[in-house]
C-alpha cells in the first residue's frame, strides 16, 4: 500500500504507523437565557485554560522527542488562545446573541481563519490552520470529548 500526504518533516521514516482521525467538532447554535451568558463565558474560560494545560504537555513532550523548533506550534497555539480579539470576539458572541459557547468559539475560529486565510502574506495565511485547531480543541473541550491523537510512549509515524 502507498499512502501520500504532506511530510511535516523532510526525509524517510521506517516505523510503526498510527491513524489519527480528527473528530467531528461540529456544533449547533443554542439560544440560551440572558441569565445563563456569564456561565456561559465561564464554560469558555474554562476550557481554553485546559487547552492551554494540554498545549503546555504536547510542548514539553514535543521538545524532549522532536526539538524546540518543532515543538514552538504548541506554544504558539497556546499563545492565540490569549488573544484579546479572539476571546472578545467569543464572550461578545455570547453574551450579545445569547449563545453556547461551542457555537461561538466555532463562529469566531471560522472568522478570524478566514480573515487570516484572506491575507497576502503566506505566513499569515498559513495561521489560518492554526486558529481552526486551536477553535476545535476548545470546542472538543466544552464538548467534553476527550483523546485526540495516539499519543503514548512509542515512537510513531503519525498519519
Given at each position: ?83 484579546m480579539d479572539y476571546n472578545e470576539s ?70
Amino acid at each position: 500500500m502507498v499512502l501520500r500526504g504532506k511530510s511535516v518533516f523532510g526525509g524517510i521514516a521506517i516505523g510503526r504507523l498510527s491513524v489519527y482521525k480528527k473528530k467531528d467538532t461540529r456544533v449547533k447554535r443554542i439560544k440560551i437565557a440572558e441569565a445563563d451568558t456569564e456561565a456561559e463565558v465561564q464554560r469558555f474560560f474554562s476550557a481554553k485554560e485546559t487547552a492551554k494545560k494540554q498545549l503546555a504537555g504536547l510542548y514539553e513532550k514535543a521538545l524532549k522527542e522532536v526539538g524546540e523548533v518543532n515543538a514552538m506550534i504548541f506554544e504558539v497555539h497556546q499563545m492565540m488562545l490569549d488573544d484579546m480579539d479572539y476571546n472578545e470576539s467569543v464572550i461578545n458572541m455570547i453574551q450579545t446573541q445569547e449563545v453556547n459557547a461551542e457555537f461561538a468559539v466555532a463562529s469566531a475560529g471560522d472568522n478570524f481563519s478566514k480573515m487570516f486565510a484572506d491575507m497576502e502574506d503566506e505566513y499569515m495565511r498559513e495561521r489560518a490552520a492554526d486558529v481552526k485547531d486551536i477553535s476545535n480543541r476548545v470546542i472538543s473541550i466544552l464538548q467534553g470529548v476527550t483523546g485526540g491523537a495516539a499519543i503514548g510512549e512509542e515512537p510513531v509515524i503519525l498519519l
